[in-house]
């Protein structure tokens, strides 16, 4: 995940508010040096380094949040973790629903990356890969939590580093 540096103002010691680019605070505070954690400091800024939310969760049930982080003297950066997130009986029903629906999606895919073994001009299917599409197969109904999935590992692909 891309990570920008931008300023914010200190509060109490602590980043506030919102980003700022180094232009703007160069624009009004002519002839400071930016790079020198004790001028900016002195300004009331400090150097942020900014990560994006995550884009990867799905779950209703989790949000994700940012936390300031202090690097080292003068330097912060934001840091995102997971927390619940309190549903209703009727939400909790719907993220379930679009838990199942998303992990069939996926599992769809994956046996679709390995149809082209069960075709007759292709040879024989190994062993390992009857049982890595079977397991595929068995996903949903043996699965409780649809946001917390053991997957199968490929066997074309045991470090899980082709997709």
Same mark, same amino acid.
């Given at each position: &995940?891309?990570?920008?540096?931008?300023? %914010? %103002?200190?509060?109490?010691?602590?980043?506030?508010? =919102?980003?700022?680019?180094?232009?703007?605070?160069?624009?009004?505070?002519?002839?400071?040096?930016?790079?020198?954690?004790?001028?900016?400091?002195?300004?009331?800024?400090? %150097?942020?380094?900014?990560?994006?939310?995550?884009?990867?969760?799905?779950?209703?049930? #989790? #949000?994700?949040?940012? =936390?300031?982080?202090?690097?080292?003297?003068?330097?912060? #950066? =934001?840091?995102?973790?997971?927390?619940?997130? !309190?549903?209703?009986?009727?939400?909790? $029903?719907? =993220?379930?629903?679009?838990?199942?629906? &998303?992990?069939?999606?996926?599992?769809?895919?994956?046996?679709?990356?390995?149809?082209?073994?069960?075709?007759?001009?292709?040879?024989?299917?190994?062993?390992? &890969?009857?049982?890595?599409?079977?397991?595929?197969?068995?996903?949903?109904?043996?699965? $409780?939590?649809?946001?917390?999935?053991?997957?199968?590992?490929?066997? !074309?692909?045991?470090?899980?580093? %082709?997709?």
């Amino acid at each position: &995940m891309k990570q920008e540096t931008f300023y %914010k %103002k200190l509060q109490d010691g602590s980043p506030s508010g =919102n980003l700022e680019v180094r232009s703007n605070i160069e624009t009004c505070n002519p002839g400071v040096n930016l790079d020198d954690a004790t001028e900016l400091a002195n300004l009331g800024y400090c %150097k942020y380094l900014y990560t994006p939310e995550p884009t990867d969760n799905h779950n209703m049930a #989790k #949000k994700y949040v940012s =936390n300031d982080v202090e690097v080292e003297d003068g330097l912060w #950066k =934001n840091s995102w973790s997971l927390e619940d997130v !309190t549903l209703t009986a009727d939400e909790q $029903t719907a =993220n379930r629903e679009a838990g199942f629906r &998303m992990l069939r999606a996926d599992r769809d895919f994956f046996l679709q990356r390995t149809d082209h073994w069960a075709l007759s001009d292709t040879g024989t299917m190994t062993s390992e &890969m009857s049982a890595y599409r079977q397991a595929l197969r068995d996903l949903p109904s043996n699965t $409780t939590d649809p946001f917390d999935v053991t997957w199968p590992i490929d066997p !074309t692909d045991p470090n899980g580093t %082709k997709y």
